[in-house]
């Protein structure tokens, strides 16, 4: 089973960026593609981007096209989450998440993050 651990969260202001990491141990993430969720105060945990075990394909929420990037580094067992162009309304805490291609976007995951807190604040 792989462990899932998120960083590069805070306080970012509105139309300001941030990178989200996540480090994963105990078995490569080359076995699974993997994907980024958040969830807001009040609300359910949603789906925002996954990207196949390769790398070669990705895909995005509405709420997260041309604004943010998923990538991942197998080698590194790393993955990334590039968000551009925040507002108050990406504040949420943000989960990295393994799975397969096609379940990960239906919130369907193996292995959770304990989450990173991003905050769009001015």
């Known amino acids: 089973q792989v462990q899932l651990v998120e960083s590069g969260g805070g306080l970012v202001q509105p139309g300001g960026s941030l990178s989200l990491s996540c480090a994963a141990s105990?078995?490569?993430?080359?076995?699974?593609?993997m994907g980024w969720f958040r969830q807001a105060p009040g609300k359910e945990r949603e789906f925002v981007a996954s990207i196949s075990w390769g790398g070669s394909s990705t895909y995005l929420a509405a709420s997260a096209q041309g604004r943010f990037t998923i990538s991942r580094d197998n080698v590194k067992n790393m993955v990334y989450l590039q968000m551009n162009n925040l507002n108050v309304d990406d504040t949420a805490v943000y989960y990295c998440?393994?799975?397969?291609?096609?379940?990960?976007?239906?919130?369907?995951?193996?292995?959770w993050g304990q989450g990173t807190q991003v905050t769009v604040s001015s």
């Open positions: 105990g078995r490569t993430i080359r076995d699974y593609a």
């Open positions: 998440a393994a799975g397969s291609w096609k379940a990960l976007r239906f919130s369907e995951v193996d292995t």
